[in-house]
């Protein structure tokens, strides 16, 4: 089997219900009589190690980390205003659970930014910050893969952005 593979030992993916991850090998295993070819990828901010198959790469939703280019959009959106529906928290929820569940940078950076709080704002919930901390891990991982820079340095960037944000915003009131 000389077929190419599309990704390689050692490349950052995304997973969507996971995050970013790092190809550590590939592996044969059988299962069920059948010999199957498995990238193991593991999650170093959930400590997780995941086996998907080969055959199965494109129904699972991985994909190669974002583009620059998709990020830099990523970006843009978390300097935006937030939009925040009118409608019960359980469905908002759900809707954000959902948009952090895409993998796609550009969902995240919406829920992040609509559930972001400055300190002169009400606190959160236990389960907004909880959704809130989800994403921003999601999109802090995909940005320090995709500049190469520490999870420190990328939070930093982040949270500058969402500061100088509301700082513009509250300043238009």
Known sequence: MTDKLPFAVGDYVVYPAHGVGCV???????????????YVITFESSRMT???????????????????????SALVTLKGRARVKRTMWSRRAQEYEAKINSGDPVSIAE??????????????????????????????????????????????????????DRKSTTSEL
């Open 111 to 164: 829920v992040v930014r609509d559930l972001h709080r400055t300190a002169t704002q009400p606190e959160q919930s236990f389960s907004e910050r909880q959704i809130y901390e989800a994403a921003f891990e999601r999109l802090v991982d995909e940005l320090a893969a995709i500049e190469k820079i520490d999870k420190d340095k990328a939070t930093g960037k982040l949270e500058k952005l969402l500061q100088k």
């Open 50 to 72: 995941l086996r998907v198959p080969v055959n199965k790469v494109g129904n699972s939703g991985l994909r190669k980390l974002s583009s620059k280019k998709q990020m830099d």
């Open 24 to 38: 550590n090998g590939l592996e044969t295993q059988e299962i069920a009589g059948q010999e199957l070819r498995l």
